[in-house]
C-alpha cells in the first residue's frame, strides 16, 4: 500500500535577503547605483542604514562655511533689523543735529550709503552660500530618507516572506497529521475486515 503524500515537501526553503532585494529593486544587485547598492548590502549584513544627519553634515563644514551660516542666521533675525536701524538713526541724527558744522558724514551720508553698499555686498554672496549649504544639506536629508524607505521596504517584504512560509509550513503539518490519521484508519479498517471473520470462524459460530 502506498503511504499517503507527507507534508515535508511543502516546506518553503530559508528567505533569502538578496532575492528579497532583486525582487523589490527588479535589477542585480552589481548593476545598482552605488547608494542603492550600500543600502542592500546593510539590509543582507543586518545593519541599520540610520544615521544622524545634522551631526554629519555639521562635521563636514569648514570654519569659514560655518562662519557665514552663522551670519546668514544673524541677518535674518528682528534683532538685526533692530540693531541697525538704531544705528541708521544715530548716525543720522549724530551728524544732523549733535555735530553741526562738525560732522564727518553730513547729509546726503555719502560716507554712510557707502557703509551700507558695501555691506549689502559682502552680505548677499554669505548669504547665498548659506541657502547653497541648505539645499544641500536638505538634499543630503532626502537620499537618507530614500535609503531608509528601501531598507524598510526591504524589512516588510522579508516579513511577508517568511510569514508566507510559516503558513505554508503550517498547512503541511496540517497535510502531515491528516495523512496519519487517515493512514491510523485505514489500519485499523484493515484490522477490523482481517480479523474479524477469522476470530468467528475459530470460535465456531457462524459470521453474522
Given at each position: 500500500?502506498?503511504?499517503?503524500?507527507?507534508?515535508?515537501?511543502?516546506?518553503?526553503?530559508?528567505?533569502?535577503?538578496?532575492?528579497?532585494?532583486?525582487?523589490?529593486?527588479?535589477?542585480?544587485?552589481?548593476?545598482?547605483?552605488?547608494?542603492?547598492?550600500?543600502?542592500?548590502?546593510?539590509?543582507?549584513?543586518?545593519r541599520?542604514?540610520?544615521?544622524?544627519?545634522?551631526?554629519?553634515?555639521?562635521?563636514?563644514?569648514?570654519?569659514?562655511?560655518?562662519?557665514?551660516?552663522?551670519?546668514?542666521?544673524?541677518?535674518?533675525?528682528?534683532?538685526?533689523?533692530?540693531?541697525?536701524?538704531?544705528?541708521?538713526?544715530?548716525?543720522?541724527?549724530?551728524?544732523?543735529?549733535?555735530?553741526?558744522?562738525?560732522?564727518?558724514?553730513?547729509?546726503?551720508?555719502?560716507l554712510?550709503?557707502?557703509?551700507?553698499?558695501?555691506?549689502?555686498?559682502?552680505?548677499?554672496?554669505?548669504?547665498?552660500?548659506?541657502?547653497?549649504r541648505?539645499?544641500?544639506?536638505?538634499?543630503?536629508?532626502?537620499?537618507?530618507?530614500?535609503?531608509?524607505?528601501?531598507?524598510?521596504?526591504?524589512?516588510?517584504?522579508?516579513?511577508h516572506?517568511?510569514?508566507?512560509?510559516?503558513?505554508?509550513?503550517?498547512?503541511a503539518?496540517?497535510?502531515?497529521?491528516?495523512?496519519?490519521?487517515?493512514?491510523?484508519?485505514?489500519?485499523?479498517?484493515?484490522?477490523?475486515?482481517?480479523?474479524?471473520?477469522?476470530?468467528?470462524?475459530?470460535?465456531?459460530?457462524?459470521?453474522?
Open positions: 500500500m502506498n503511504k499517503p503524500h507527507t507534508g515535508r515537501s511543502f516546506s518553503a526553503a530559508r528567505v533569502d535577503p538578496r532575492q528579497t532585494a532583486h525582487k523589490l529593486l527588479r535589477a542585480e544587485i552589481e548593476r545598482l547605483p552605488a547608494d542603492e547598492r550600500a543600502v542592500i548590502e546593510r539590509f543582507i549584513a543586518r541599520s542604514v540610520s544615521r544622524n544627519m545634522v551631526r554629519e553634515f555639521e562635521a563636514s563644514l569648514s570654519f569659514g562655511e560655518r562662519l557665514s551660516d552663522r551670519v546668514a542666521a544673524v541677518g535674518g533675525t528682528w534683532t538685526f533689523i533692530i540693531v541697525f536701524l538704531v544705528v541708521l538713526v544715530a548716525w543720522m541724527a549724530l551728524n544732523s543735529y549733535l555735530l553741526v558744522g562738525k560732522s564727518f558724514d553730513p547729509y546726503p551720508y555719502i554712510l550709503n557707502l557703509c551700507l553698499s558695501c555691506v549689502a555686498a559682502i552680505q548677499a554672496p554669505i548669504i547665498m552660500m548659506s541657502q547653497n541648505a539645499s544641500a544639506a536638505d538634499r543630503m536629508h532626502a537620499q537618507h530618507d530614500y535609503e531608509v524607505n528601501v531598507k524598510s521596504e526591504l524589512e516588510i517584504m522579508q516579513v516572506e517568511k510569514l508566507d512560509e510559516m503558513r505554508e509550513r503550517d498547512w503539518a496540517l497535510v502531515d497529521a491528516q495523512n496519519r490519521q487517515i493512514e491510523l484508519l485505514q489500519q485499523l479498517l484493515e484490522r477490523i475486515t482481517g480479523i474479524g471473520p477469522s476470530s468467528a470462524h475459530e470460535s465456531g459460530e457462524d459470521p453474522p
